[in-house]
């Protein structure tokens, strides 16, 4: 069976991909540096920002689709 050619799958555009990777990849980057001076106060917000912007991220994204 084959996909008609008329029919284009439905993918994530490479925009949107990016718009999501950009801001989880910048949060495991501060989690990581954050993890690595938790004994300073800067490492401790280092870790809650990185965080706020992973769930952020996935939030907005599940906001997103349950509005379509």
């Not at 990849?25 to 540096?33: D, H, N, T």
């Not at 954050?34 to 401790?44: H, L, P, S, T, V």
């Not at 769930?55 to 379509?68: C, D």
Request: glycine residues 8%; aromatic residues 8%; proline residues 3%.
């Amino acid at each position: 069976m084959s996909i008609p050619s008329d029919k284009a799958v439905a993918m994530i555009s490479m925009s949107s991909f990016h718009a999501m990777l950009i801001p989880i990849l910048s949060g495991m980057i501060l989690l990581a540096i954050g993890y690595n001076f938790r004994d300073k106060n800067a490492g401790i917000f280092s870790m809650w920002a990185g965080m706020l912007l992973i769930l952020g991220t996935v939030i907005y994204k599940i906001l997103a689709k349950l509005a379509e």
